[in-house]
């Protein structure tokens, strides 16, 4: 789809680049328009400079997480891959995704995942990057894009463990709703600024997803940290 001349919900005719704009050959309704619907059923019509009309039904639903009943424990399954193969790597390669195990629906925006290691070196820093980060739902939306949505800060320990000294956080910045029916991925990497080997076989959080802590508006809800 890329002439669009007309874009019509029920009397109205939506404006190019307030209430949608043209992606790849898509139109995408933007969240200014969206946010002006009460729930209910919409009739939209597409008009383009050549061919057919085209009608899209557009379905509004209220997703607002119930904040007022906090999650149990246990609630977020969270799985952890790691693309590191050697023990001793200048690189800590993961991979962490996080589902809803009840019919609940939770903010994300006050989900918060730490990753516990050994710096090894106290005296040298590390950074961390987000390769990429997405919520895949099996409904609309399908797919949404958090890579710019997500926070990121390697903390130091106040109380250090043999397994622990150090460990990323990821939060996210976005409200938007995780439940049953999403899945979020995330590809992290952390290295030390001068590209030293990390010693992953005395790090709490290798290789096992019960030792990465969740917490939810910080509440541990999920895994576990270091005692």
Known sequence: IVNASTVSGGISTLSQGNDYQLED?????LTSYLNTLEKGT???TFSFSAGAEQVVHLEV???TPDNSIPPEEG???LTLSSSSSQVATNTLSNTFKVKVVDEGKYDLSK???RYYFTAEQSSVMQNAWVDSAAMQYTVAPWYVDMTRNIEKVIVKMAEVTAEADTYLELSFTDQLVLDSTGTLSIATRIANENWTNFDQSNDFSYNDASHVAIFYDGVLVGGSSPQ
Do not use: G, M, R
């Open 25 to 29: 050959n898509h139109i995408v309704l």
């Open 42 to 44: 919409y009739e939209l």
């Open 61 to 63: 639903v209220d997703t």
């Open 75 to 77: 609630v977020f399954d």
């Open 111 to 113: 989900l918060a995942i």
